[in-house]
């Protein structure tokens, strides 16, 4: 099964610096994008998406990059501040199909002070 | 409105004993699908509802794992004869039928002892 046995890799950030968490997806059909971010002991969390039409999305702090050459969406976080140390996982979905969203392998973000 | 809700949120079971597990998911959505997550690790998909089709059940690790869904209402996750490899934290999300981001349950911890 997909994600099976993997650990998180994780990126340290100080706190204040901006953030740069990076997904690569899997089927190039895919025209749905979706990040999450997990707190510890809570299920994910929506917070920020983007469609196949755009390449690039901003939000409150977060921007979503998307290259669809490479197959590559990023997430960009502003001034990063210890409420954002969470796992982060990207999320691929071709909605023509109706098929369901596949998530990526997640990044724990470690925000230091 | 209510979230997706999730229920026991903890529960410890001995090893060969069945447990069942019980999602309820936002009224209207139509998808939805059940992940395990081991600890520290990232989301491991198990099954996929949506509408009247057929379940995408590729994702089941054996036989000793089922899940029923009726209507686009409550979902059960049932495992048979519990291993201390089932440990982990059942998340269930549940969806529009497309082009929307998927909602999260706060997940039910499993613990075979």
């Known amino acids: 099964g997909e994600n099976v046995g993997l650990h998180l890799p994780t990126l340290s950030v100080q706190e204040g610096d901006n953030s740069i968490i990076n997904c690569a997806y899997s089927n190039s059909a895919s025209d749905y994008f979706i990040w999450y971010k997990q707190e510890s002991g809570k299920g994910p969390q929506f917070i920020i998406d983007i469609r196949s039409n755009m390449d690039k999305r901003q939000g409150q702090r977060v921007t979503v990059l998307l290259n669809k050459t490479v197959k590559h969406l990023s997430l960009q976080i502003a001034a990063t501040q210890p409420g954002d140390s969470a796992v982060y996982f990207c999320?691929?979905?071709?909605?023509?199909?109706?098929?369901?969203?596949?998530f990526g392998t997640g990044t724990r973000l470690q925000v230091t002070l | 409105g209510a979230g997706v809700s999730q229920s026991p949120s903890n529960k410890v079971t001995e090893k060969g004993k069945d447990v069942e597990l019980r999602c309820d998911p936002i009224s209207g959505h139509t998808a939805l699908y059940w992940y395990r997550q081991r600890l520290g690790q990232g989301l491991e998909f198990l099954i996929y509802f949506q509408g009247n089709s057929a379940p995408d059940k590729s994702g089941l690790p054996s036989d000793r794992f089922s899940a029923e869904r009726t209507g686009e209402s409550v979902s059960t996750l049932t495992i048979q004869r519990t291993q201390q490899e089932d440990s982990a934290v059942y998340l269930c999300?549940?969806?529009?039928?497309?082009?929307?981001?998927?909602?999260f349950g706060q997940g039910t911890r499993l613990t075979v002892v």
């Open positions: 999300a549940s969806g529009e039928q497309m082009n929307t981001e998927a909602f």
């Open positions: 999320a691929e979905e071709n909605t023509g199909t109706a098929s369901k969203l596949t």
